[in-house]
């Protein structure tokens, strides 16, 4: 996909940049993979707001995604390739000999009318799923499964994908876009290519309003606030803060190191915050 650059006619076009969507089926999806979509507005069943920022934003409803690829020895035929309001990355329709019918996350270089198909070993092609330790080393992969069965958790967002960097003992080693590598077990389900939509990350929404869209509402800078209402409230003029950065209710937050998973500290092998030699 293009990005689309647009004429400054006005202070809301000056800047606009979006990913150009006229290849992408016009038309509604498919009723029976939908459902409606409640929104919390960030609060919880007591009405508290648990998740600050979220309000608003256009109706949408659920498409229910085939995250797992469990249909094997099936070959299937794309249909046609979706926008999907819940993510950034673009669905596409399969179509199943059987009459069935699944969404699954389109792949780069996936064309209608292409066929797909998952085994527990199959061809290296885009939108092919297979298990992990039948995959060939150095085969870039996306929507990966961390236990298998439970449907792909890693890399299923625009553009991204994970490489597969070795075998050791029924275990797969899988290197992440941040650099983190990792073990996964051999019989977790993954599908070949990366996601589609990689220009995503190059758009430019150029006003506040298309956010509030997007059900993102303005959050307020703590050093603008009074000591009473942020721990980085309050000082004679403009300030920094004074301090590393926290949340309201004086939590770390920007990057601040949150992880305590011991239990699955033995499958990583090199943390992504690992110093790189030089």
Same mark, same amino acid.
């Given at each position: 996909?293009?990005?689309?650059h647009y004429n400054p006619t006005s202070p809301a076009r000056r800047g606009l940049i979006l990913v150009d969507k006229s290849s992408l089926w016009k038309g509604?999806?498919v009723k029976m993979l939908t459902e409606g979509k409640h929104k919390t507005g960030g609060r919880n069943n007591k009405g508290h707001v648990t998740s600050r920022?979220?309000?608003?934003?256009?109706? /949408?409803?659920?498409?229910?995604?085939?995250?797992?690829?469990?249909?094997?020895?099936?070959?299937?035929?794309?249909?046609?390739?979706?926008?999907?309001?819940?993510?950034?990355?673009?669905?596409?329709?399969?179509?199943?000999?059987?009459?069935? /019918?699944?969404?699954?996350?389109?792949?780069?270089?996936?064309?209608?009318?292409?066929?797909?198909?998952?085994?527990?070993?199959?061809?290296?092609?885009?939108?092919?799923?297979?298990?992990?330790?039948?995959?060939?080393?150095?085969?870039?992969?996306?929507?990966?499964?961390?236990?298998? *069965?439970?449907?792909? /958790?890693?890399?299923?967002?625009?553009?991204?994908?994970?490489?597969?960097?070795?075998?050791?003992?029924?275990?797969?080693?899988?290197?992440?876009?941040?650099?983190?590598?990792?073990?996964?077990?051999?019989?977790?389900?993954?599908?070949?290519?990366?996601?589609?939509?990689?220009?995503?990350?190059?758009?430019?929404?150029?006003?506040?309003?298309?956010?509030?869209?997007?059900?993102?509402?303005?959050?307020?800078?703590?050093?603008?606030?009074?000591?009473?209402?942020?721990?980085?409230?309050? *000082?004679?003029?403009?300030?920094?803060?004074?301090?590393?950065?926290?949340?309201?209710?004086?939590?770390?937050?920007?990057?601040?190191?949150?992880?305590?998973?011991?239990?699955?500290?033995?499958?990583?092998?090199?943390?992504?915050?690992?110093?790189?030699?030089?």
């Amino acid at each position: 996909m293009a990005l689309k650059h647009y004429n400054p006619t006005s202070p809301a076009r000056r800047g606009l940049i979006l990913v150009d969507k006229s290849s992408l089926w016009k038309g509604k999806p498919v009723k029976m993979l939908t459902e409606g979509k409640h929104k919390t507005g960030g609060r919880n069943n007591k009405g508290h707001v648990t998740s600050r920022g979220i309000a608003g934003g256009h109706k /949408q409803s659920y498409r229910f995604i085939d995250f797992k690829r469990r249909k094997w020895d099936t070959e299937g035929t794309v249909e046609r390739l979706e926008y999907d309001p819940n993510r950034t990355a673009f669905i596409a329709l399969i179509n199943y000999p059987d009459g069935e /019918q699944n969404y699954i996350i389109a792949p780069q270089r996936l064309a209608v009318g292409d066929k797909i198909i998952a085994a527990k070993k199959t061809d290296v092609k885009p939108g092919n799923a297979m298990e992990l330790s039948s995959v060939p080393v150095g085969t870039i992969v996306h929507n990966v499964e961390m236990k298998p *069965g439970k449907g792909g /958790q890693i890399s299923r967002s625009a553009g991204t994908y994970v490489q597969v960097v070795g075998r050791d003992r029924g275990m797969v080693i899988v290197r992440l876009n941040s650099g983190e590598q990792r073990y996964i077990h051999g019989t977790c389900m993954a599908t070949v290519g990366a996601v589609s939509n990689p220009d995503n990350a190059n758009t430019n929404l150029a006003k506040a309003g298309r956010n509030r869209w997007k059900g993102i509402r303005p959050l307020t800078r703590g050093v603008a606030k009074n000591p009473v209402d942020h721990p980085h409230g309050g *000082g004679e003029g403009r300030t920094s803060g004074g301090r590393h950065p926290v949340t309201p209710w004086g939590k770390p937050t920007k990057g601040a190191r949150t992880r305590s998973n011991k239990s699955t500290d033995k499958m990583i092998i090199r943390s992504r915050h690992a110093k790189k030699k030089r």
